[in-house]
């Protein structure tokens, strides 16, 4: 049985706050709300909490699931429905008394010949509440014209960040017109962001945007957030019930109000003139080049796009699998697709050129651990698992390899690491100092058990010592030529991210340094000469590993669990522990940042081998460079495979990254596979 719903008793708590007599004026106000989507809806139901009876709600459009982060009416059992009905359905199981009038197709001004419904819409209401999309200029400020014309108050609270810019215009007072003067600019774009000026003319949320290309006023895509929609609900709904109880300061327009629940700052403004102040003007001036430029770049990929992924299963897990981390993000391995459930990774054999790929391709072969790992996430996602196996007679010589890959199929998916995989990047910025809880160490432990120990250096004195020590390394490289060579290759000095390498602006170093550092790597002479008589190594040290060294939660090295001789298939599983580290700890929302350089520079020395060439006219250094280490690793020096420092990031996103080349360029024939693996393939 249903139950009698009584209006006294449905909201009689309200009273106390309200007097009786006032939820009986509310109980006959009548409120018109133009959009039933982000605000609209959220506005829509706190009023009829309030007791609010009578509605004018209009909406021409649909919930669909890209609305569930923001909007109280889409669910999944309304996706595909009309926003203006499910409203209209949810008003009236709060109250069934409820008296509403529904505009499904939307709010419109005479256009083409055809009356417009604005009067219609206005008629007989006591307030207008605009929960019009941010986009909707035209019609929005016709409504607000005819409110003025009709004596009507009307209200405006946007979402912004997590927090509400909100404003109000009274009959009596400044008119939307006059206070946003948006018919004085003839471009579309131009009209956004004079209105986003506006409504924030002392704006608290650019400090936190955190990835600043998912603004496009273009293409009208603004990120949201739930409780920016809701603060506004609840700062708008407020100042509704003051206007409609007539008691209450209402500050009206040209006063204007701010409120960050982030920040945690309110704002009570004046702007007189509106958006004709001179301040506004110059704002105006400044934020139409910045989101001029906002336009112009493309959010980072941090995921595959869900529209663009392959439609087969094996298509689906190489999508995601490229997304595995290599040196210098120089994806070496090609994929050979030889059945639907058969996979040949072809790995061209190591540039025994290239200083960074120490032991014959170590570094390398990690990355193929690495990658082998991914796929098994991605294979467990699609309910598969996998088997490889190296081809038999792999020598660990720098030649190139195959390894067969064998999925089957299972009942269900048990791991919950493949939504991290897009995610995981290199973070070279600093980290807080707060240091890592018992318990994420041990989450973290438990993805190496069995094969590696963890050192963890967490001590303001550690994290100095594993500081500099990276800056030895930084400063053996910055002076090598046969590093030079390399990095000229893979620093990417175009803006944005890198599909095939490092973006400069990734490097953890400041602009003007930057500057400098792309003048000075156009020739080897200039760096040269900068690196024995500028101090050219010194700023790199500073900005690139003594700061953000010092900066982050702890290092940490990781050495063989036990001294054994080691090969090409233990690195191999090694690559494959060191990926659900790095992914765990991205769960856990903790940046990583390797330090294989020490390594790299130590390795010779370390085990008794005489130093490569372009390395021996800096033996003094690395000699110091190793003495560091073992000071740090102790007899498990030669033992360490792997290095890092970790913590909790200031920021949340990353400026640019380094991305993966397109999955096309990835997949190869046999006949081109062979050449790969021989080493004389080339990109397709």
Not at 338 to 353: A, E, F, G, Q, T
Not at 368 to 373: F, H, I, Q
Not at 420 to 438: A, E, G, K, M, Q
Request: hydrophobic share 40%.
């Amino acid at each position: 049985m249903h139950p009698t719903f009584n209006h006294q008793e449905a909201f009689s708590r309200n009273l106390g706050w309200i007097t009786g007599r006032e939820m009986e004026i509310l109980r006959h106000k009548k409120v018109a709300i133009a959009g039933m989507g982000g605000v609209g809806g959220a506005h829509a139901l706190l009023l009829a909490r309030f007791g609010v009876t009578r509605f004018h709600i209009s909406d021409m459009d649909i919930f669909e699931l890209a609305n569930f982060n923001r909007q109280v009416g889409a669910m999944m059992s309304t996706i595909g429905k009309s926003k203006v009905d499910v409203m209209a359905d949810m008003i009236r199981d709060i109250n069934p008394h409820a008296e509403i009038t529904v505009f499904p197709d939307g709010i419109h001004d005479d256009l083409d010949g055809k009356l417009g419904n604005i009067d219609a819409f206005l008629n007989g209401v006591d307030l207008f509440i605009d929960g019009f999309d941010f986009f909707v200029l035209d019609t929005r400020m016709a409504v607000f014209k005819r409110c003025h014309e009709l004596s009507i108050p009307a209200i405006t609270a946007a979402p912004v960040g997590m927090g509400v810019a909100l404003l109000t215009f009274m009959p009596d007072g400044m008119s939307a017109e006059d206070y946003f003067r948006l018919d004085e600019e003839p471009v579309r774009e131009d009209r956004y962001v004079k209105f986003l000026i506006g409504l924030t003319p002392r704006p608290l949320h650019p400090g936190y945007l955190v990835d600043p290309s998912r603004v496009n006023m273009k293409e009208q895509k603004v990120p949201s957030t739930p409780t920016g929609v809701q603060l506004s609900a609840g700062f708008l709904v407020t100042e509704a019930v003051k206007i409609m109880l007539g008691r209450g300061v209402v500050r009206a327009a040209p006063r204007y109000q701010l409120f960050d629940a982030y920040r945690c700052k309110m704002i009570k403004g004046y702007m007189p003139m509106g958006n004709a102040n001179p301040l506004q003007k110059l704002k105006f001036a400044i934020g139409r080049r910045m989101y001029a430029k906002m336009a112009q770049q493309s959010p980072a990929r941090s995921v595959p796009a869900e529209n663009g992924r392959p439609e087969n299963m094996m298509g689906r897990i190489l999508d995601m699998a490229r997304w595995a981390p290599s040196g210098d993000n120089t994806q070496p391995w090609r994929f050979e697709v030889v059945s639907d459930k058969k996979l040949i990774v072809h790995i061209p054999p190591i540039d025994s050129r290239n200083p960074y790929e120490y032991n014959n391709g170590q570094p390398t072969y990690l990355s193929v651990g690495m990658l082998l790992e991914t796929i098994r996430l991605a294979a467990d996602a699609e309910q598969h698992s996998i088997s490889w196996k190296l081809e038999e007679g792999a020598q660990w010589d720098g030649s190139g390899l195959k390894i067969s890959v064998q999925f089957r199929s299972k009942k269900s998916s048990s791991d919950d690491l493949s939504p991290f995989i897009p995610l995981r990047s290199v973070d070279r910025r600093r980290y807080r100092n707060r240091r890592l809880t018992p318990q994420q160490k041990a989450e973290l432990e438990k993805e190496l058990a069995g094969l590696f120990d963890v050192t963890w250096l967490e001590s303001d004195r550690e994290r100095r010592i594993f500081s500099k020590l990276n800056a030895i390394a930084t400063d053996i490289r910055l002076r090598m030529k046969e590093c030079f060579q390399v990095h000229e290759k893979i620093i990417d000095w175009s803006d944005g991210d890198s599909k095939q390498g490092i973006p400069a602006t990734a490097l953890g170093i400041d602009s003007m340094s930057l500057k400098f550092m792309k003048w000075a790597m156009e020739k080897w002479s200039r760096m040269d000469f900068m690196n024995k008589y500028l101090g050219g190594t010194l700023l790199a040290r500073v900005q690139m590993d003594l700061v953000p060294g010092y900066f982050c939660g702890a290092h940490f090295i990781l050495n063989w669990s036990e001294e054994a001789e080691r090969g090409i298939e233990d690195y191999l599983k090694a690559g494959e522990k060191l990926q659900r580290f790095w992914l765990r700890a991205t769960e856990m929302g903790l940046a990583l940042q390797p330090s294989l350089a020490p390594l790299c520079f130590a390795n010779s020395l370390l085990h008794g081998q005489e130093l490569p060439t372009g390395q021996q006219p800096y033996r003094q250094r690395t000699e110091q460079l190793v003495q560091a280490l073992k000071h740090i690793a102790g007899e498990k020096a030669e033992r360490v495979v792997f290095a890092g420092r970790i913590g909790q990031s200031t920021q949340s996103a990353i400026s640019s990254r380094s991305i993966r080349r397109d999955l096309a360029t990835l997949l190869v024939g046999k006949d081109q596979a062979d050449r790969t693996t021989a080493g004389s393939g080339k990109d397709s």
